[in-house]
């Protein structure tokens, strides 16, 4: 018999050479799974893995699809649709759990006023069927409202999908904000009230002080100020586009005269007796004649800790703020953050708002940490009526 040789079992039968099943190979799994070293299933918002330990899931950052992606459109699209292409994705069953919230609950915990209740419910999901990024942001919007009714378990799934379909509306949205039309404005104006609402709902971190953080200006901020890029190169066209409600509103805050309230005028008289030789005095002035502003007149409602304003009121002292007094605020300038300190006093009328849980007590204890000890006199009426006390 001869010699076995490398290719021979020893029995006569040829060797069967065995090879590595092969498999798949992904780098695109969610960053908790690659820092853990373990296979992730890359289901999106939330891998399996992340959804079975409760914790926030994030992918890398996935570019928007190209348009040699995506079928083509059909013919005779009008054009103003044809950039919306560019972000269209697939929509699930989830999906269709958060657009049926947001139609029954969401949409009214975004104004007090019916009309405007029944422009977000109806008309901004319409508006949504022509841009993508529209629908993302009401689904972000609606499952971070969800998170608030969830347990513990289950409440970083709908953060995580809130995250990942605003991340997803941001992407598309700003891609459009270097032309702005008067076919986009409506979508791109919607897009900054959501992103507003979504990161105000996400609540406060330490050292956020709602107009700048440790990082400056936080990404709602930029928004906002973006809407009044939108609004002054295209007001004719949203005031007379299906939005017309938003604004008939919000001119009438918008041209709303000062209020005369005996705590404003007092720390009106304190900085004018505090700053005569300060360059800044008359910026310190202006924002608490524009604080003044917002307040509601007595007629009708009355600022405190039982009622309840109009956000589009509230929100329009924040619209007005210039730069120059932005800038104060993320210097820590004492007199600037105790006029933010009074803005309390206004925010605290919306704290039936979701959206705003946590925020004022959080605002006020930033502000009086920040402040020396002789400026912290000046917001004794502020910590009062929103009954805030110091630890």
């Known amino acids: 018999m001869p010699p076995s ?60 699809p190209s348009l040699s992606t995506l079928p083509e459109p059909p013919q005779g699209l009008p054009s103003h649709l044809q950039p919306a292409l560019s972000y269209r994705q697939p929509l699930n069953v989830r999906d269709m759990e958060l657009l049926h919230h947001y139609h029954i609950s969401t949409s009214y915990t975004l104004a007090n006023d019916s009309g405007l209740q029944a422009c977000f419910r109806i008309t901004v999901p319409q508006i949504g069927v022509s841009y993508p990024f529209v629908l993302h942001g009401i689904l972000s919007l609606a499952s971070l409202h969800l998170s608030r009714f969830k347990r513990d378990d289950v409440k970083a799934h709908y953060v995580a999908q809130s ?87 919000q001119n009438l805050h918008v041209d709303q005269p000062e209020v005369n309230d005996r705590h404003l005028k007092s720390l009106h008289d304190m900085i004018l007796s505090a700053t005569p030789h300060d360059p800044d005095q008359q910026l310190y002035l202006t924002a608490v004649s524009a604080l003044a502003r917002s307040f509601p007149t007595p007629s009708s409602t009355s600022v405190g800790r039982t009622t309840q304003s109009s956000p589009q009121l509230v929100f329009a002292w924040l619209y007005r703020l210039s730069d120059e007094f932005v800038l104060r605020l993320q210097q820590r300038n004492p007199i600037s953050l105790v006029i933010l300190a009074h803005f309390c006093v206004l925010f605290n009328s919306l704290s039936s708002f979701w959206w705003s849980k946590d925020w004022v007590d959080h605002l006020m204890k930033e502000i009086y940490d920040s402040l020396p000890r002789e400026h912290r006199l000046w917001i004794k009426w502020p910590m009062e009526e929103i009954g805030w006390i110091p630890n």
């Not at 090879?19 to 289901?43: A, F, M, V």
């Not at 891998?47 to 996935?62: D, G, I």
């Not at 609540?203 to 930029?222: A, Q, S, T």
Request: charged share 20%.
């Open 5 to 64: 040789t490398q290719n021979d079992t020893g029995f006569g039968l040829p060797a069967r050479k065995l090879s590595r099943k092969s498999h798949r190979k992904s780098r695109n799994g969610c960053q908790n799974c690659k820092r853990r070293k373990i296979k992730c299933d890359e289901q999106k918002p939330q891998c399996a893995n992340c959804n079975r330990h409760s914790t926030l899931c994030r992918y890398p950052h996935v570019s928007t």
């Open 163 to 249: 995250q990942y379909h605003y991340e997803t509306a941001l992407r598309a949205a700003s891609s459009l904000m270097s032309n702005i039309s008067e076919e986009t404005c409506p979508a791109l104006y919607l897009s900054t009230i959501f992103c507003c609402h979504i990161t105000l709902g996400l609540g406060p971190r330490p050292g956020d002080f709602l107009v700048f953080g440790e990082e400056g200006l936080p990404e709602w901020l930029v928004m906002f100020r973006a809407m009044k890029t939108i609004v002054s190169s295209c007001y004719e066209p949203l005031r007379n586009s299906d939005l017309a409600p938003m604004f008939q509103i």
